[in-house]
């Protein structure tokens, strides 16, 4: 059981830093096609929203694996941390909006930046809110959300712990 739960674990702070090392490379790789300063300052910073909550999502992922072999590692800073970066997150998404709005360039640009900016809400909701990943097939969330049984997530329970 708990090399199971380890392994689950590790599958998903190592693919979260996967996930931001992939993003940034593309960002390398396709940055000659972004023609203008602004449009760069734009994708750049959605992309380091994105990253910064993917991180944090691994590294919790991280903190949990070390709790299987040590059950109170920092369960006594991790949800206060937590909450910080929170509030944090939802600082930045909402100058991000500003961002979108008052950095506009081309269209493309900004469907590129809401659509970075989406994936970052969305990750924030399913770290912050409510768990969202339950299966691979998206059928399963959909029957969850229409069911109205989506669970907390669980650093929302480690931050609740905290207060």
């Not at 750049?44 to 993917?54: D, P, V």
């Not at 937590?82 to 600082?91: A, G, H, S």
């Amino acid at each position: 059981m708990k090399k199971t739960m380890k392994q689950k674990l590790t599958n998903l702070a190592v693919g979260e830093l996967v996930a931001v090392v992939v993003f940034w490379i593309n960002f390398f790789l396709f940055k000659k096609l972004i023609i203008t300063t602004k449009s760069l300052i734009s994708i750049s910073f959605f992309l380091f929203i994105l990253s910064f909550i993917l991180v944090q999502g691994s590294i919790f992922w991280c903190i949990l694996i070390k709790r299987i072999s040590k059950p109170g590692f920092a369960a006594k800073y991790t949800g206060k941390i937590y909450n910080k970066l929170k509030i944090l997150d939802v600082i930045l998404l909402c100058m991000g909006v500003l961002v979108i709005i008052l950095n506009y360039s081309t269209f493309f640009t900004m469907i590129v930046s809401f659509a970075i900016w989406i994936f970052a809400v969305i990750e924030w909701v399913n770290y912050y809110k409510l768990q969202l990943s339950y299966s691979l097939n998206p059928v399963v969330l959909l029957k969850y959300i229409l069911q109205r049984k989506l669970r907390k997530s669980k650093i929302a329970n480690e931050i609740d712990k905290s207060i």
